[in-house]
């Protein structure tokens, strides 16, 4: 289908390829993992966003593109929170769990390639301390039913056999698990972080120029990773053969 262009609420402007109906789109609004709700930022008087209104819903792949400085890494901060907005409000469905790919390497050099892995389930873990607390409380009815979600919000991203997801994440992108990063070129510090982004299973998956450093071979596994990925994925890249194999909608800021 051709291209769609709409003007949002100030500066943003989208770039959707359209593959749903329009009723189905307005159905899909309530199932939203992140809703930006006239949302400003600005960095030293200079606006990012103005009034930007922006929702992903699981299963999109969303490409964010912009020349450099535009904001789109500052879009991604919003997400996870690390930044807030100036203005407006950034929602997130409740229990929505998210993890970013940064465009950075790792800096940790003196940890090993198991231990930075596992890092990236080190949120579920602490739910996996609180299911243990919560169950030896005196629960009610409620209660029950809330340590029940809580099971299987663990069990979905992973918290259960923490050594078994490492293991074979490392396995699948032969990744050398006892050795140091600072051993490591950028290219497998890169899959390194690759799989520590990947490891928990996230609701919503940030990359942020994921194909930086990486070999032809590892690419095309983040493509058919991605392409099967029953949750959402966010992605910043200049690579424009990557984003027209993967995105099924383009965010312009």
């Known amino acids: 289908p051709a291209p769609l262009w709409s003007r949002g609420l100030g500066d943003v402007y989208k770039r959707q390829h359209q593959t749903t109906s329009w009723s189905s789109a307005l159905t899909s609004i309530s199932m939203h993992l992140v809703y930006f709700d006239a949302v400003s930022l600005a960095f030293g008087g200079q606006p990012l966003l103005r009034e930007a209104d922006f929702t992903i819903e ?18 991604l901060k919003l997400i996870t929170g690390e930044l807030e907005p100036d203005h407006g409000e950034v929602r997130r469905a409740a229990n929505v769990f998210a993890s970013q790919l940064e465009q950075t390497l790792p800096l940790e050099e003196d940890c090993t390639v198991t231990s930075f892995v596992q890092g990236g389930l080190s949120s579920i873990q602490s ?23 809580l099971h299987a919000h663990i069990d979905t991203h992973g918290g259960w056999n923490v050594r078994q997801r490492v293991d074979a994440l490392c ?5 050398p698990q006892d050795q140091r ?14 799989a520590r982004a990947l490891v928990s299973n996230p609701d919503l998956l940030l990359l942020d120029e994921p194909t930086n450093h990486l070999d032809l071979g590892t690419i095309e596994w ?12 966010l992605f910043i890249t200049h690579d424009r053969a990557f984003l027209h194999r993967l995105a099924t909608r383009i965010v312009e800021i």
């Open 222 to 233: 983040l493509e058919t990773r991605a392409r099967n990925y029953p949750g959402a994925v």
């Open 181 to 194: 990063l600072g051993d490591l070129s950028g290219g497998w510090r890169r899959r390194v972080a690759l």
């Open 127 to 149: 739910l996996c301390e609180e299911y243990e607390r919560r169950s030896e409380l005196d629960l009610d009815a409620s209660g029950l039913r809330e340590l029940e979600k």
């Open 58 to 75: 699981s299963g999109e792949r969303v490409c964010l593109i912009g020349r450099n400085g535009a904001g789109k890494t500052s879009l």
């Open 171 to 175: 396995t699948e992108l032969e990744l």
